[in-house]
């Protein structure tokens, strides 16, 4: 695209000069136009490509735990059998002889 508005043949005062001026602007306008129709194009291409890429990482399969499907719940449970061993071993017991039984 060279649009020469600095030339100064482009200040010619016949009225061909003008005219031929006018065809070129019109030439001009007409190769943008087609560049930003192919720009959009490409962009709604690439819009496509990234929407189906992302409905494919939406689409797997993730798996967290045992079942498919299930997340998975952390219970602590060193921290738990911890606690039970001293609920019924320790020095003083939580639960005495008579309630084990």
């Given at each position: 695209?060279?649009?020469?508005?600095?030339?100064?043949?482009?200040?010619?005062?016949?009225?061909?000069?003008?005219?031929?001026?006018?065809?070129?602007?019109?030439?001009?306008?007409?190769?943008?136009?087609?560049?930003?129709?192919?720009?959009?194009?490409?962009?709604?291409?690439?819009?496509?490509?990234?929407?189906?890429?992302?409905?494919?990482?939406?689409?797997?399969?993730?798996?967290?735990g045992s079942i498919p499907g299930h997340i998975v719940i952390?219970?602590?449970?060193?921290?738990?059998?911890?606690?039970?061993?001293?609920?019924?071993?320790?020095?003083?017991?939580?639960?005495?002889?008579?309630?084990?039984?």
């Amino acid at each position: 695209m060279n649009f020469n508005i600095g030339d100064p043949s482009n200040f010619s005062s016949s009225s061909s000069s003008s005219d031929d001026e006018e065809d070129q602007l019109i030439v001009d306008l007409e190769v943008i136009d087609a560049e930003q129709e192919a720009l959009l194009a490409q962009h709604g291409n690439i819009q496509r490509v990234v929407t189906q890429y992302l409905n494919q990482q939406n689409n797997l399969v993730t798996r967290r735990g045992s079942i498919p499907g299930h997340i998975v719940i952390n219970r602590d449970r060193e921290s738990a059998d911890r606690h039970l061993f001293y609920d019924y071993f320790t020095e003083n017991p939580r639960y005495n002889n008579q309630m084990v039984r």
